[in-house]
């Protein structure tokens, strides 16, 4: 009985979460992130790339972040931030690729769960500052 009443359940979970697979509010999350200039690369990670000065984004990162919640710890010559918000542990990584091509990579996690909409949010906001 309730090895049946497990089954069910897990047949339930599967239906649902193929049938939101399968409805595009996946696509739509994911479309979303991309127009907005980058990409999931994991469940708590958001990183894109873009022609701009390491400088600047590297100023963008860290106004963005103190502004948000509290800085940690912070190396420029690394690339490095890491910091609180909204109670997840942020840490950010702008590293330059080319002579003109950086790549932000923000990841957040609250409580030891990946917090993407953190992520995301602070990523968006740092690439419109950058557009400023």
């Given at each position: 009985m309730i090895l049946s009443l497990f089954r069910r359940h897990i047949l339930a979970v599967l239906l649902l979460s193929s049938?939101?697979?399968?409805?595009?509010?996946?696509?739509?999350?994911?479309?979303?992130?991309?127009?907005?200039?980058?990409y999931a690369i994991s469940q708590d990670t958001i990183q894109g790339?873009?022609?701009?000065?390491?400088?600047?984004?590297w100023e963008a990162a860290h106004d963005i972040v103190s502004i948000m919640g509290t800085v940690n710890s912070e190396s420029q010559d690394l690339g490095k931030i890491t910091s609180i918000v909204n109670g997840a542990k942020v840490?950010?990584?702008v590293?330059?690729?080319?002579?003109?091509?950086?790549?932000?990579?923000?990841?957040?996690?609250?409580?030891?769960f990946p917090s993407i909409q953190t992520a995301q949010n602070i990523f968006i906001k740092i690439m419109s500052r950058v557009d400023k």
């Open positions: 049938s939101l697979l399968l409805s595009g509010c996946f696509y739509i999350f994911l479309g979303s992130v991309a127009a907005a200039g980058g790339e873009r022609e701009e000065s390491f400088n600047n984004v840490t950010i990584n590293s330059q690729l080319t002579s003109s091509t950086v790549r932000l990579k923000v990841r957040a996690r609250k409580a030891f």
